[in-house]
C-alpha cells in the first residue's frame, strides 16, 4: 500500500521437509498456520508443554511495518511463559502517563499507575516484529516445534477428528493431516475464507493514517491523545513512542480519505509536519491506512479447525486490545490441547475455549467499538456529546472518567466459565474467581524473592495458606504452602486474595483462578480440578 | 432499588423550569445544543444509578419516532 520500501528486518529460510516426500500425508497432532505473534505463541506454548506441532507461515520475513506496538501486562505474563518477557522489556518502553487534549488545551492527565508488587509493568510499547523476532529466536529452541517458512495452504478439508490441508512450497506442493488445526493467519485470514465462513461486525467509515516515523524529538514517554488538535482541525491525532527513537502517529482522515493518495510520502509529511513542526526532522518508517473494523467469527472453531487471534476476531487499533486478546488466546488453548492430545481428557474440553474466549471477544469488540465511536462520532448530536464530555472533563473528573480515547487492554474474566467452581463465600482483594491470577511477590523458604506467578507451573496449582497443618498432596497438581515452602512477607498475596490461614486458590495450567475454598480439603480440589478439565 | 420519580419533586417547578429556559438566553443554536448535553451528562452523573438512566431514556423517548438510518455496513 505504501509508496516506499518496507524493510524486512529478519530473514528465515525455507527447507524442505521429508513430510514432502512421503507418500502418505503425514499425520501431525497440532498444525498452527501463520507465524505471526499468536501462531509463535501457541506454536512455543505446546512444545514446552511436550506437544509436537508444526508452524507453517506463508512468508519467511519478518519486518513488514511496525503495527502492533502496545503490549500489556497480562500479555507480558503470558510471554514470560513463554520465555520472551525479559527481552521485549528490556528493548520496550515502558510507560504509564497518557495525556488527552482538546484542541489547543490539556483536558486532563491519566497515570496508570502500576500497582507496586507486580513482575510485569503496566504496558510497554514495542515494535510487533521484535515480538516476533523473538518469539522465532524461543520457538527455534524448542525441539518439538518445527516452522516451515514459505509455506502456503491452498486447501483444508475436515477429516474424521483432524483436519487434511495442502500446502504449496517452493518445491511444489503437498498434503498434511493434523490432529488439530489452529489458524492464526490474521485479520484475512486465508483459511477462514478457504472454508468460507463468516467474518461479520461493525465496520467504521472513517479511516486512520497510522505512520512511524523515526526523530530525535523532546517529547516523553507518554500516550498523547489530540480531540480535534489546532494541526489536524476536526479530527483526533494520537503519538506514542516506540523504541529505537520511533514514534506511532494515528491521524483520523475521514471517510473519503484515497488510501494510495494519503500513504503517499508527499502527502504524509506535510501533515506531520504540520503535527510536529518545520523544524522538527524525521524519517518515515512505516505509513498504513486503516478503516476500523469490529468483527468476529459466530465460532471459534469448526470440527477441529480452531480460530485465534486476529483471525478469529479482529478490533479497532484504540485500546490495544488486538495482539494481547491474542496472546490470551494462545494461552487459552495451548494447555486444552495438551491435556486433550495427552488422552487426559475428551475433545470436548475445546468446547470450553470457545466459550471462554468469545465472550472475551464481545468483550473486546465492546470496548473497541465504545472508544472508535466516542473518537469518531456517527452524527451531530453524538459530537456534541462528545465535546461536552471534553469540555466538563477539564473542569469534573466525573467527565474525566467518560473520555474514551481507549480503554487499554486488560484481560478478560470469564464469568460463569463452565470450568470453575463458583465462590461459596465472600472474598474481598483484587483477585476474582475467573480472571487471571493478580501477581504478588513472595519468597521461598530460603527466603530468595520469587513472584506468585513464577511459582505457578505449567499444570495446574494450588497455592495455600498454613494454618498449622501440613496440608495432604493432592495428585497431580502442584501444590505450594504460604507459610511452608513459600513466604508472604508483604502481605500482598494475602491483600489481594484475602487468604487467610487455610485459605486455598486453585489456578488452572494458564493461571486464571478456578476456585477456591476457606479450608484446605484435598478432595474438593481434586474435584474442581477434574471440573476445570471436563468437557463442556 | 431505586426507580425514576415521575412524581412532582421540586419545590418550586415554575422557577426551575424557568432556569433552565434562561440558562439557554443569548445562546447559539449550536451552544444551546451544547449546553443542553452537559447538563444531561452532570445530571445522568448526579442520579448515579443506571436504571434510573435507563427509565428516564425511556420515558423521554416515548412518542418519538426513529427514521430510518442507512445501514452502516
Request: net charge negative.
Amino acid at each position: 500500500m505504501a509508496a516506499f520500501e518496507n524493510k524486512s528486518l529478519y530473514q528465515y529460510e525455507y527447507q524442505r521437509s521429508p513430510d514432502q516426500d512421503a507418500k502418505v500425508p503425514v499425520r501431525h497432532p497440532v498444525v498452527v498456520i501463520g507465524a505471526g505473534p499468536i501462531g509463535l505463541a501457541v506454536a512455543i506454548d505446546l512444545a514446552q508443554r511436550d506437544v509436537p506441532v508444526v508452524l507453517l507461515d506463508d512468508n519467511s520475513r519478518i519486518g513488514e511495518g511496525s503495527r502492533a506496538i502496545c503490549f500489556s501486562k497480562r500479555a507480558l505474563e503470558v510471554c514470560d511463559k513463554l520465555g520472551v518477557a525479559e527481552r521485549m522489556v528490556e528493548k520496550g518502553v515502558t510507560w504509564q502517563v497518557g495525556k488527552v487534549f482538546l484542541e489547543d488545551d490539556e483536558v486532563y492527565t491519566f497515570d496508570l499507575l502500576p500497582e507496586p508488587g507486580h513482575k510485569q509493568p503496566a504496558f510497554i510499547n514495542l515494535q510487533q516484529y521484535y515480538v516476533e523476532a523473538y518469539l522465532v529466536d524461543r520457538v527455534l529452541e524448542l525441539p518439538r516445534a518445527e516452522v516451515r517458512w514459505l509455506n502456503k495452504v491452498s486447501t483444508v478439508e475436515h477429516l474424521e477428528d483432524g483436519a487434511r490441508i495442502t500446502v504449496d512450497t517452493p518445491d511444489g506442493p503437498y498434503q498434511m493431516d493434523t490432529d488439530w488445526l489452529i489458524a492464526c493467519d490474521g485479520a484475512n485470514s486465508d483459511i477462514r475464507a478457504m472454508m468460507g465462513l463468516d467474518f461479520s461486525g461493525k465496520v467504521f467509515q472513517d479511516r486512520f493514517l497510522i505512520a512511524d516515523v523515526k526523530m530525535n524529538a523532546g517529547f516523553p514517554s507518554e500516550r498523547w491523545f489530540w480531540f480535534e488538535p489546532p494541526f489536524h482541525k476536526g479530527w483526533s491525532a494520537l503519538l506514542h513512542k516506540q523504541p529505537d527513537d520511533i514514534w506511532r502517529i494515528d491521524l483520523q482522515l475521514g471517510p473519503d480519505a484515497d488510501a494510495d493518495e494519503e500513504t503517499k510520502p508527499e502527502n504524509v509529511i506535510p501533515r506531520l509536519k504540520k503535527m510536529l513542526g518545520d523544524d522538527v526532522e524525521f524519517d518515515l518508517e512505516w505509513v498504513s491506512l486503516y478503516t476500523f473494523q469490529c468483527k468476529r467469527m459466530d465460532e471459534f472453531m469448526q470440527g477441529r479447525v480452531v480460530f485465534a487471534g486476529d483471525a478469529a476476531h479482529q478490533v479497532s487499533p484504540f485500546g490495544a486490545r488486538g495482539a494481547n486478546s491474542g496472546f490470551e488466546d494462545a494461552q487459552n488453548l495451548a494447555w486444552k490441547l495438551e491435556a486433550i492430545i495427552k488422552g487426559r481428557t475428551g475433545a470436548d474440553l475445546m468446547q470450553s475455549y470457545r466459550f471462554e474466549r468469545e465472550l472475551a471477544a464481545d468483550d473486546n469488540i465492546g470496548h473497541s467499538t465504545r472508544a472508535t465511536d466516542f473518537i469518531s462520532p456517527k452524527s451531530t448530536i453524538a459530537r456534541t456529546f462528545r465535546n461536552a464530555t471534553l469540555n466538563l472533563a477539564q473542569r469534573a473528573p466525573f467527565a474525566q472518567s467518560m473520555v474514551n480515547s481507549g480503554r487499554l487492554s486488560t484481560p478478560s474474566i470469564y464469568l460463569n466459565s463452565p470450568l470453575h467452581i463458583p465462590d461459596n463465600t465472600v472474598y474481598e482483594g483484587t483477585a476474582q474467581l475467573g480472571a487471571a491470577a493478580v501477581d504478588a511477590p513472595l519468597q521461598t523458604s530460603e527466603g530468595t524473592a520469587t513472584w506468585l506467578l513464577d511459582e505457578l507451573g505449567p499444570g495446574f496449582t494450588a497455592i495455600a495458606v498454613a494454618n498449622g497443618d501440613v496440608p495432604d498432596e493432592v495428585h497431580g497438581i502442584d501444590l505450594h504452602v504460604i507459610g511452608h515452602d513459600l513466604l508472604d512477607s508483604e502481605g500482598l498475596f494475602a491483600q489481594r486474595y484475602d487468604a487467610r490461614p487455610g485459605s486455598v486458590y486453585l489456578f488452572r495450567p494458564d493461571q486464571y483462578l478456578c476456585a477456591r475454598f476457606r479450608s484446605f480439603d484435598a478432595g474438593a480440589i481434586k474435584i474442581a480440578c477434574e471440573h476445570a478439565m471436563k468437557s463442556a | 432499588m431505586t426507580s425514576l420519580n415521575i412524581n412532582p419533586n421540586l419545590a418550586d417547578p415554575d422557577r426551575c423550569y424557568t432556569a433552565i429556559i434562561d440558562a439557554h438566553r443569548g445562546l447559539k443554536d449550536d451552544d444551546s445544543s451544547e449546553l443542553n448535553a452537559r447538563l444531561v451528562l452532570i445530571l445522568a452523573n448526579h442520579v448515579g444509578d443506571r436504571e434510573v438512566l435507563d427509565e428516564a431514556i425511556a420515558l423521554a423517548r416515548t412518542g418519538l419516532a426513529p427514521i430510518t438510518l442507512p445501514s452502516e455496513g
